[in-house]
């Protein structure tokens, strides 16, 4: 049998300015309260304009059964201007593979929107599904 071809990591580029270590704060905590399947905690880190309109019961249902999260690493921060940053991290993640009946675990590259309001960092939903979220 061949050798495995594993894809080549993208080497960590994250700034250690303040702004960016507040924000690498909260997106770190946001994914912890993930990993934990803790929905409440993670629903605190969404937009106040998304707390408006969802309750955190509804946050919580969009996240399905079908994957596993581990943890994530930051990869890079591009800011669009002042109070939107984009986050590039790898996420270490399982998800079921159906027709093995079994888990398969990898990492993914991920794009996350946060912006910035009141001094403070909020995820921005993503119109994109997520693995693990509900379909």
């Known amino acids: 049998m061949g050798e495995r071809v594993q894809a080549m990591r993208p080497q960590p580029n994250v700034p250690t300015d303040p702004v960016s270590a507040a924000l690498l704060d909260r997106v770190q905590a946001y994914w912890a309260a993930l990993v934990e399947k803790d929905f409440d905690a993670a629903y605190q880190y969404q ?36 109070s939107v940053a984009i986050v590039g991290f790898l996420l270490d993640h399982s998800i079921i593979d159906m027709s093995l009946d079994q888990p398969i675990r990898f990492e993914r590259y991920i794009k996350e929107t946060w912006v910035r309001e009141g001094g403070e960092w909020w995820h921005q939903r993503q119109s994109v599904k997520m693995p693990g979220m509900a379909r």
């Open 47 to 82: 937009t106040p304009e998304y707390r408006k309109e969802h309750s955190a019961k509804e946050f919580a249902k969009s996240f399905g059964p079908y994957a596993t999260w581990y943890g994530i690493e930051p990869i890079k921060i591009d800011y669009t201007n002042d």
